[in-house]
Nanobody, 124 residues
């Protein structure tokens, strides 16, 4: 059973940066697509960014384009989300996810494995 563990969340001022990491264990995700989602209080979980199995394709929510960068290291089964120019609206719990497909999906229900989440708080 694949397990995902996120790290790197925290408190940052608006305009600052954070880098989230995701480490997989218990199985291989080298051929799986990975995604990052977030959920703010009182809101539904939403897609932030995704990367296909080999890192050759990426997709971003409009709200984070140009500010966030998703990456992965297949050999080490790790993923990362570099977040720059953070805004208070980015405050949420961020989740790493993987799906048993090589293709990116924007849908929460398409992902099979989830991390426990890491809190990101951006102060104004």
């Amino acid at each position: 059973q694949v397990q995902l563990v996120e790290s790197g969340g925290g408190l940052v001022q608006a305009g600052g940066s954070l880098r989230l990491s995701c480490k997989a264990s218990g199985g291989t995700i080298t051929i799986y697509a990975m995604g990052w989602f977030r959920q703010a209080p009182g809101k539904e979980r939403e897609f932030v960014a995704g990367v296909n199995w080999n890192g050759g394709r990426t997709s971003y929510a409009d709200s984070v384009k140009g500010r966030f960068t998703i990456s992965r290291n297949r050999a080490q089964t790790t993923g990362a989300l570099q977040m720059n120019s953070l805004e208070p609206e980015d405050t949420a719990v961020y989740y790493c996810a993987a799906r048993r497909s090589s293709l990116i999906s924007l849908a929460v229900d398409d992902y099979d494995y989830w991390g426990q989440g890491t809190q990101v708080t951006v102060s104004s």
